[in-house]
Nanobody, 126 residues
């Protein structure tokens, strides 16, 4: 009932920037939180950033310490879209970046269910 589609990944040199996008679609009633996780080769998936408050003018965000100051998360509530601006990329930033959303849809309301995107590859290499 809900699909998440990511875009914006690619290959960049160290120090470069990328902006990832993720849009949720389907029979959505409400989205309580949207975020980005990443999984580097041979490692477990970890949280990069999450945005919870639906008020676009005053969002509530949580950014992982390892990327704080370089990653910025934002959200367009009307479009059910979340963005991740990644600056000053480092080689250890090479990973598959996954979008996550907590969504109540027509079949689950008022219960919120957890959804994942298919992932977008970010490769940082000189």
């Amino acid at each position: 009932q809900v699909q998440l589609v990511e875009s914006g990944g690619g290959s960049v040199q160290p120090g470069g920037s990328l902006k990832l996008s993720c849009t949720a679609s389907g029979t959505i009633v409400s989205v309580s939180a949207m975020g980005w996780y990443r999984q580097a080769p041979g490692k477990e998936r970890e949280l990069a950033a999450i945005i919870t408050r639906a008020d676009d003018a005053n969002p509530a965000t949580d950014i992982a310490d390892s990327v704080k100051g370089r990653f910025t998360i934002s959200r367009d509530t009307a479009k059910n879209t979340v963005y991740l601006q990644i600056n000053s990329l480092k080689p250890e930033g090479t990973a598959v970046y996954y979008c996550n959303a907590k969504v109540a849809h027509r079949g689950s309301w008022p219960v919120t269910e957890n959804y994942w995107g298919q992932g977008t590859q970010v490769t940082v290499s000189s």
